[in-house]
């Protein structure tokens, strides 16, 4: 049992080692796609094609002066980010690595609360800084978090009725055949710009409005709790695309093809925030309450009512049967 513990705790380790360098190198492509996107050079100085250049990043950050606030709530405002990076590193548990060393039977039960969770961080984090800017930027997030996370628990619940678990193994053994996002067309849209919104990325990255609100919630925070808070928004989108990878392109994560679909959708939070603008924040609560949600309910009816249907035929033939 001491042996299952101590591997499971090392394995945790590595795993979050590895998320915090695949998150290095996701900022070095995605400066070097945006100097694409927008005919400009991007990072290519620091070592051979700039590899370097997240690490170099990352000791300059580390090592600035940490400004505190005078007027801030102390423990709140040190301790929010931390929180909010260990949220974004603990859901990585739930993906079936099927090495039987971590195994989430409600596997989208935990990343749901984990998300919700997240909300929390970011509000303390506007709060307790004490100042109107990133006060007002908080309110925003949240706002425009919870509003999204009603709507993205629905499209989720038509997943988990279909597959019939919800743990994320099963999706990749109902997906053996045709995967869900031929199946699950209209609901994988609605879900890839929920994510998106719920990331707070662009066009819905209304909490780092630059023209009116300087940088958003984390407008105080400099040195060490400014790149807390990076690394967590940007170790939630690798997560992000990596599920999206397992509940509707397969879930097959043995095959070097499931990295490449990751990264693909990788690629695709890059390409958006390059080419569309930033969305009117009353256009962004009409998105979430008038057309996402009444779309994620009508689906939800219409797979319940398929998914009662299809086990009514069923049991009539165990029936006639016998």
């Known amino acids: 049992m001491f042996i299952d513990n101590f591997l499971s705790f090392i394995s945790f380790i590595i795993l979050i080692i590895l998320v915090l360098v695949s998150v290095a190198f996701f900022t070095l492509i995605e400066r070097s796609v945006l100097g694409y996107i927008q005919i400009r050079k991007g990072p290519n100085k620091v070592s051979f094609l700039g590899v370097l250049q997240p690490f170099s990043d990352a000791i300059k950050l580390f090592s600035k002066e940490n400004i505190l606030p005078i007027f801030s709530n102390f423990i709140p405002y040190y301790f929010s980010p931390i929180f909010n990076l260990f949220l974004s590193l603990l859901i990585w548990v739930i993906i079936p690595y099927f090495s039987n060393i971590f195994a989430y039977e409600l596997g989208i039960l935990f990343f749901l609360c984990c998300a919700s969770l997240n909300v929390y961080s970011i509000m303390i984090a506007g709060w307790s800084s004490n100042s109107n800017y990133s006060l007002l930027g908080s309110l925003r997030a949240v706002a425009q978090t919870i509003s999204y996370e009603v709507s993205l628990f629905l499209i989720f619940l038509s997943f988990i009725i279909m597959a019939g678990s919800y743990c994320l193994h099963s999706f990749y053994i109902f997906q053996y055949y045709c995967w869900y996002f031929f199946t699950f ?112 309910l009508n689906f939800l009816i219409f797979y319940v009512g398929y998914k009662l249907f299809i086990l009514s035929l069923f049991i009539y033939w165990i029936y006639l049967s016998k």
């Open 185 to 296: 067309f209209p609901l994988c849209l609605c879900l890839m710009s929920s994510f998106l919104a719920d990331t707070n990325r662009t066009p819905f990255d209304f909490a780092e409005g630059e023209s009116e609100l300087v940088s958003g919630f984390n407008v105080e925070y400099s040195s060490g709790g400014f790149i807390l808070i990076f690394l967590s928004e940007y170790s939630m989108i690798l997560f992000i695309s990596l599920l999206s990878c397992v509940i509707f392109f397969g879930g097959d994560i043995f095959s070097v093809l499931f990295f490449i679909k990751m990264l693909i959708i990788s690629f695709l939070f890059i390409w958006i925030r390059g080419t569309l603008p930033r969305f009117r924040y009353d256009k962004l609560m009409y998105l979430a309450w008038k057309c996402y949600l009444p779309l994620s």
